[in-house]
Structure formats: C-alpha cells, structure tokens
C-alpha cells in the first residue's frame, strides 16, 4: 500500500520552528509532486507548499511565504517543511500529499496519496 509517514510535529512557542518530514512508503517518491496541505479543528484543509518531483519548482500559500521552506531529497524519498516564526495560526494537523501533478496544483481533490497528519501546535 502506498504511504505517506509525516513527522517532526509538535509543540513550540510563537516565534519558534520545526521541521517536519514526509516519508514515503511502499513507493518510489521521486516521481512525484509533494505537497503540505494543514486542518485546523474545525476547519477546511488548505494547502501551505508544494515541490516539483525534481524539486525545481516550489509553491507557497501566501500566509507561509517568507517563513516556511519546502525542500525534498528523492534519495531519502522524504519531503521536509522547514517552518520559522511559528504563529499560534498554524497551529493544525500538517498533512502532506502525492501524486503526479505540478506543483502549482493548491487544489486538495487533486492529490492522491495522503499521510496520516502529525500535529503542531504553537502557543502564543
């Protein structure tokens, strides 16, 4: 079965980082797009960055551009999202997703492969 592992969520104070990981099981990960989509309770997942197969294009929501980095290495077949300057707003489950798309493509319905989620969640 085709998986998709997130890590490195937890909790951090406003103005602090982490690092989050999406490890890809059961499949190759480096033919793929990657995205991070995030759900608050109660709320619509929306997407926050996505990357390229070759990790030559990126794409950023704009309430994350200038703080949060998406990067991948298709050797480990993870995508990392490096996260700075954490807002008590982010705080929600981070998923990430696959699939054979551009990473241009914000649009949830469109990913086909889906971790688990791992939780973040900032204090103010």
């Known amino acids: 079965q085709l998986q998709l592992v997130e890590s490195g969520g937890g909790w951090v104070q406003r103005g602090g980082s982490l690092r989050l990981s999406c490890a890809a099981s059961?499949?190759?990960?480096?033919?793929?797009?990657v995205a991070w989509f995030r759900q608050a309770p109660g709320k619509e997942r929306e997407f926050v960055a996505a990357?390229?197969?070759?990790?030559?294009?990126?794409n950023y929501a704009d309430f994350v551009k200038g703080r949060f980095t998406i990067s991948r290495d298709n050797a480990k077949s993870t995508v990392y999202l490096q996260m700075n300057s954490l807002k008590s707003e982010d705080t929600a489950v981070y998923y990430c997703a696959a699939s054979k798309l551009v990473a241009g493509n914000t649009n949830v319905i469109d990913w086909r492969y889906w971790g688990q989620g791992t939780q973040v969640t900032v204090s103010s």
């Open positions: 990357i390229s197969w070759s990790g030559g294009s990126t």
């Open positions: 059961g499949f190759t990960l480096h033919n793929y797009a």
